[in-house]
């Protein structure tokens, strides 16, 4: 395979993942909002920082109010990550790597483009605001449909896998990043109202309010919720989950290419270091610090994988 | 409905009738519901924006990417007809190839005074660097697409020879698997001709052209200048059907005097590059040295015989506007027989003679750039106001070897489907040829062009056309 597509597969898939995490943090934020119980203001700040957008946004605007954050993070092509920058970019990666998809998987790719595009015209309504953020979720549950479905199992399969991984690692990272002062034992005893809005609000922003009341009691600690985040194998957003893939997609490649490389080693480290850890020994560490390491880590893998499989010359 | 009957209509004769060819399809014509063939039509539309069968339009910032119009009536030729074409499009394609070999070795058709050595000498298409190069399996133009018009029963023209990378060959691809889907009745009633195998074809004919020194089988690449160019979705679409990788130059490297892609495992070599990228911008270091499409050295590693150039640079001398007129004479005097297919008469307007021939009767011929394509600077006379004539008439005369002259040929029409029902319209042809040592294939079909507005004559998809589905029949 051309190490120019390794790279679209992996960017594609990671621009998608994109569309959908920002459709989440913008529900979050919007549910916050409705609901009065805060700040709403330093809500929203709290999701454009999430979003990684912080620099751009305050470049266009002095306040953050729904109205303004919500077109920011989905449509405004002044941000590059917004969710029609992203589906656009999504798209002209998958028509570069047209060749290595299934025709269900560009046929996706494409229409969802074509209606996102359109719905994401002008601005997004109130009212039709969870429309919206539910369109873009099914575009992304669409094209990862058609690829589980029809793709084979090889290296361009592995290299969406990483792409997701990557992308979803990082994102779970940056909503404890900006959250984590809430989820500190420290900062407050169990259970004031204010603290469980909070942990609701970061649980709902990775769709896994339900899945966490199913795996835990009603009791919602700091710990509980971090310990889901960041060490539960089975919620498939977690850290963890996310690097077991990333190391999954990376030993597939090492067997099928019959070569192991800088990438191979520094993802073994990386898992070797989150399974030395239980949520007591997070918070030892320091959750920020634990956090800023794991971005860190997460980054100069992604580099690593660019770098030895040659996505540029 | 008068002015149309000028023009000759390759469905319609008259007022009910039909020509024999679309005997079987106006059976069945007859028994389908406008209605069902309007929501059909719209079908095809959805399905070429959905599979991405587009076309980008150059300077056009928002809607770069653009549908080219499908229409249901597909063009239909008889078989007798076809094998005419095909043996005149063969006859062509041996010619050029001869002559594209002779023209940068010993050059004896200049000697022979039959084409005149300025021609060839000042013209830009002409590549000095070809000078005394063989190709491997000394096939110059491994694909060529063939314009063709017809203005009657018999009389077929060509209108250019497309020598250098003609595309559109994934449209005769998709139109016939759009009609496939949307009619599939049609074509267990009609014996056509299948087109599907060009791809497999494609790929067979490139390899073996391989350099001699390829041992094993050979690595067949697609050199696309990336996904802003017009022709992107072809380039894809043919690496798909291929099944080979579609690189860009900057994928690419000059490795051990071989041409080599970056792949996930390293640098893999190349053996045939079919290359959509024009000769300009192939080598930065032989050619314009400011292209960032093509692979610095490719030139040289194409010089010591190790890699297959598709089509050979410099191989737009041969689909030169004014050596066009000379076909005739190149065809008679490399094969030694009359021209099958005819060439529309041609006024060169470096000539005095005819460059005041031209002018006296500019408002009814079709004037060219002789380096053009796509219609760009093209004059068509008796369709331009007096402004334009004027205006274009200066352009001529200062700088008159840069055009040449044709009359307004009556080209054939055949019906779109239209609000109001069938409608005539303006059509061309390009079938595509297939050469390599083992021989010339030419798919039983092509790509056939049609002007939508009515009374238009200009097919190209930059200017609106539209195209069809094009039948060879059986027998």
């Known amino acids: 395979m051309l190490g120019k597509t390794a790279g679209g597969l992996y960017w594609m898939f990671r621009f998608l993942e994109r569309c959908e995490n920002t459709a989440r943090l913008v529900e979050a934020g919007f549910r916050i909002a409705l609901t009065r119980s805060n700040d709403p203001a330093s809500e929203w700040k709290s999701v454009v920082t999430t979003a990684g957008a912080r620099s751009n946004y305050d470049a266009k605007y002095d306040t953050y109010e729904a109205a303004y954050v919500v077109d920011f993070l989905l ?14 970019k999504a798209r002209t990666n998958a028509r570069m790597v047209r060749t290595a998809l299934t025709t269900e998987v560009w046929e996706a790719v494409n229409e969802g483009w074509m209606g996102l595009k359109q719905t994401l015209k002008s601005p997004v309504k109130e009212t039709d605001l969870p429309a919206v953020l539910g369109e873009i979720r099914r575009h992304s549950a669409l094209v990862r449909g058609a690829l589980h479905g029809t793709m084979l199992r090889n290296d361009i399969f592995d290299f969406t896998q990483m792409g997701i991984a990557l992308e979803r690692a990082d994102n779970t990272a940056r909503i404890i990043d900006v959250k984590y002062y809430t989820l500190l034992p420290s900062a407050s005893f169990v259970g004031s109202a204010l603290d469980n809005v909070q942990w609701e609000t970061i649980l709902r922003s990775v769709s896994a309010h339900r899945s966490f009341r199913w795996l835990n009691d009603e009791n919602m600690t700091p710990a509980s919720v971090a310990d889901f985040l960041i060490l539960d194998p089975r919620f ?3 850290l963890s989950f996310c690097s077991r893939i990333l190391e999954e997609s990376l030993g597939f490649l090492a067997k099928d290419y019959g070569t192991r490389l800088t990438c191979h080693d520094m993802i073994s480290a990386q898992r070797d270091r989150l399974r030395g850890h239980t949520i007591a020994t997070v918070f ?30 | 409905m008068d002015l149309e009957r000028r023009h000759f209509d390759e469905m319609l004769l008259g007022s009910d009738g039909v020509r024999a060819p679309y005997a079987e399809y106006q059976k069945w014509f007859a028994n389908e519901d406008p209605t069902r063939l309007s929501k059909k039509s719209k079908e095809a539309e959805a399905f070429f924006r959905r599979t991405g069968i587009t076309f980008n339009v150059y300077g056009q910032a928002e809607a770069q990417e653009r549908l080219i119009p499908f229409d249901l009536i597909p063009r239909i030729i008889a078989n007798r007809e076809w094998t ?9 394609v041996v010619a050029i190839n001869a002559f594209l070999h002779d023209i940068y070795h010993r050059q004896e058709i200049l000697r022979a005074g039959i084409v005149p050595t300025e021609l060839i000498s000042r013209n830009e298409a002409f590549l000095p660097q070809m000078i005394g190069l063989t190709p491997p399996g000394k096939v110059y133009t491994h694909i060529v697409g063939t314009d063709l018009v017809r203005t009657g029963e018999d009389d077929f023209y060509v209108l250019e020879d497309n020598a250098r990378t003609p595309s559109g060959v ?86 051990d005097g071989h041409i080599a892609m970056r792949t996930t495992r ?13 000769d300009d911008y192939l080598d930065p270091l032989n050619f314009n040295p400011d292209s960032m499409l093509g692979v610095p050295g490719i030139m040289d590693v194409y010089r010591a015989g190790n890699i297959t150039i598709a089509n050979a640079p410099g191989t737009g001398i041969a689909d030169d506007k004014a050596i066009y007129s000379y076909m005739p004479d190149i065809i008679e005097f490399y094969t030694g027989e009359k021209a099958i297919l005819k060439n529309v008469e041609t006024w060169r307007c470096s000539e005095p ?17 002789v380096h053009g394509s796509g219609a760009y600077g093209m004059l068509v006379g008796p369709a331009a106001s007096k402004k334009e004539l004027s205006s274009f008439a200066a352009k001529l005369r200062k700088n008159p070897g840069n055009y040449i002259a044709q009359p307004t040929l009556s080209l054939s029409t055949v019906p779109i489907f239209a609000k109001k029902g069938l409608a005539p319209r303006h059509v061309d042809l390009r079938p595509f040829a297939l050469v390599s040592p083992e021989g010339i294939d030419i798919a039983p079909g092509g790509l056939t062009r049609v002007a939508l507005k009515a ?8 200017q609106g056309g539209g195209t069809k589905d094009t039948w060879v029949l059986e027998d």
């Open chain 1, 75 to 88: 449509r405004d092509p002044a941000n590059p990550s917004s969710v029609l920058s992203a589906v656009e």
């Open chain 2, 353 to 369: 003679d005819s460059l005041a021939y031209v002018l006296e009767h500019l408002e009814e011929l079709v004037v060219k750039e």
């Open chain 1, 284 to 313: 030892d560490e320091g959750l920020h610090q634990f956090i800023t390491a794991f971005i860190d880590d997460i980054n100069a893998i992604g580099q690593q994988i660019e770098k030895d499989y040659r996505f540029i010359g």
């Open chain 2, 84 to 92: 005419k074409l095909s043996k005149g499009i063969k006859q062509r």
């Open chain 2, 455 to 462: 009374g238009s004559l200009v097919v190209n998809s930059s």
């Open chain 2, 266 to 278: 390293g640098y893999k070599n190349i053996d045939v590059l079919y290359r959509r990228v024009d």
């Open chain 1, 236 to 238: 498939p957003r977690s």
């Open chain 2, 170 to 255: 994934s449209y005769m691809l998709e139109n016939r698997e759009t009609m496939l889907q949307m009619f599939p009745e049609l074509f267990s009633q009609i014996k056509v001709q299948r087109v599907s195998d060009y791809p497999k074809n494609l790929r067979r004919s490139l390899a073996a052209c391989a350099p001699q020194g390829c041992s094993g089988k050979p690595t067949v690449a697609i050199l696309t200048p990336g996904i802003h160019n017009s022709a992107y979705f072809e380039h894809s679409f043919l690496a798909d059907q291929m099944g080979v990788e579609l690189v860009e130059g900057h994928d690419l490297m000059v490795v």
